[in-house]
């Protein structure tokens, strides 16, 4: 099972940015698909941007515009840009991969937004 590590997080200002990490214990094939979820107190956790295996994106509507997903392979890292914050994107965001179609979460990272 690959282990799944993000960094990144923290306290910004509204219309603020950060660029989350995701490093991978492993290369993570090009089949699999690499995804950030995110989980504010109280709610369930929603998926925010995925890299589907074959390689289309999928952006969550409340996020499209704002974020960018990308993935470097060379240092099985996976990476989430995020642009004009807000405070409802306040959560705790979580990289997920199903390599080997073998479900595997990260153990999250803090993104408070607040003046």
């Known amino acids: 099972q690959v282990q799944l590590v993000e960094s990144g997080g923290g306290l910004v200002q509204p219309g603020g940015s950060l660029r989350l990490s995701c490093a991978a214990s492993e290369s993570i094939a090009s089949t699999a698909t690499v995804a950030w979820y995110r989980q504010a107190p109280g709610k369930q956790r929603d998926l925010v941007a995925a890299?589907?295996?074959?390689?289309?994106?999928h952006y969550a509507d409340s996020m499209k515009g704002r974020i960018t997903i990308s993935r470097d392979n060379a240092k099985n890292t996976v990476y989430l840009q995020m642009n004009s914050l807000l405070p409802e994107d306040t959560a705790v965001y979580y990289c997920?991969?199903?390599?080997?179609?073998?479900?595997?979460w990260g153990q999250g990272t803090q993104v408070t937004i607040s003046s």
């Open positions: 997920y991969t199903d390599q080997n179609r073998f479900a595997s």
């Open positions: 890299i589907i295996r074959g390689g289309s994106i």
